[in-house]
């Protein structure tokens, strides 16, 4: 059984952002059908949520492509103007992944 996940504000944030971004896309919708059951567990922050085991693989799928997307090329780590360059960013996703995996 998938244990309740505690999210700082700025988790939550990042993390209600990106699923109501997905469900104002129809195109994105149809991958991702338990949008509207994840967004109504993330709108009761600061309680702790359990996601179905369906919605963490959802979530989990979305995050791991947000980070190796934006992590940086060994080439242009030396410009702060690269996509990749946000680390506040990463560590939101790494720390959201870890959660994540630990309450499955």
Same mark, same amino acid.
Do not use: C
């Given at each position: 059984?998938? %244990? ?10 990042? %993390?209600? #952002? ?6 104002q ?9 338990n949008v509207?059951?994840?967004? #109504?567990?993330l ?17 989990? #799928? ?9 992590r940086?090329?060994p ?5 702060? %103007? ?9 560590y ?13």
């Amino acid at each position: 059984m998938p %244990l309740p996940i505690t999210f700082t504000e700025q988790e939550n944030q990042h %993390l209600e #952002s990106i699923w109501i971004t997905i469900q104002q896309d129809a195109q994105q919708v149809q991958y991702y059908p338990n949008v509207a059951s994840i967004i #109504s567990k993330l709108q009761t922050w600061p309680v702790p949520v359990t996601f179905t085991e369906q919605e963490s693989r959802e979530i989990q #799928s979305l995050y791991v492509y947000f980070d190796q997307k934006m992590r940086p090329f060994p080439v242009l780590q030396s410009s702060l %103007l690269t996509f990749g360059q946000d680390q506040r960013q990463i560590y939101v996703i790494e720390s959201i992944l870890a959660k994540l995996q630990a309450a499955q």
